[in-house]
């Protein structure tokens, strides 16, 4: 596991956290980034993030057409990649239909990955093929839950 990627040490996130104080460090940074990205800032309110390429192998597009149903359920949704133009506006649909419940971010940027992943109870990975990847042990490092499609690397390694 690269050592950028830990949570005791990272200096990405708002607090940094291990097992002895994972509660109040993942509270912390879930708040951080609720702020930071203009959303209500409640730690009680589940986040789901979905971190990767759009596009269809990544199955960004699920992700999408799921969003309605996520939103009704009362959560947050964070989205962080960059790919095809379809969905790329479709993040940007997704903001702008969902004020107050969720983000994406067009592009990629090092730093709000990482708190993306330390603020998400859930990271979507809803890829149709997947021949590695390493977010999901990103997340579970971080005690994010991984939700994968079961192929590849994600049905064997989540």
């Not at 509660?23 to 990205?37: D, N």
């Not at 309605?68 to 940007?92: F, H, I, K, Y």
């Not at 239909?97 to 990975?125: C, E, P």
Request: charge should be negative; proline fraction near 5%; include cysteine.
């Amino acid at each position: 596991m690269c050592s950028d990627w830990n949570p005791a040490t990272d200096k990405h996130i708002a607090k940094n956290y291990d097992l002895t104080n994972f509660k109040e460090g993942k509270r912390a940074c879930k708040m951080a980034l609720q702020e930071e990205l203009g959303l209500p800032v409640n730690p009680d309110i589940p986040m789901i993030a979905f971190i990767g390429r759009l596009d269809y192998q990544k199955g960004a597009d699920i992700m999408l057409q799921a969003a309605p149903w996520m939103m009704s359920q009362g959560v947050q949704l964070v989205c962080l990649g960059t790919g095809t133009a379809d969905l790329e506006n479709g993040l940007r649909w997704l903001e702008a239909a969902y004020k107050d419940q969720a983000r994406g971010w067009v592009g990629f940027n090092v730093a709000m990955s990482h708190k993306i992943t330390a603020a998400a109870d859930i990271l979507l990975m809803p890829s149709r093929f997947e021949p590695c990847g390493l977010n999901q042990l990103y997340a579970m490092s971080y005690g994010t839950v991984p939700v994968a499609h079961a192929t590849g690397v994600l049905g064997t390694g989540v």
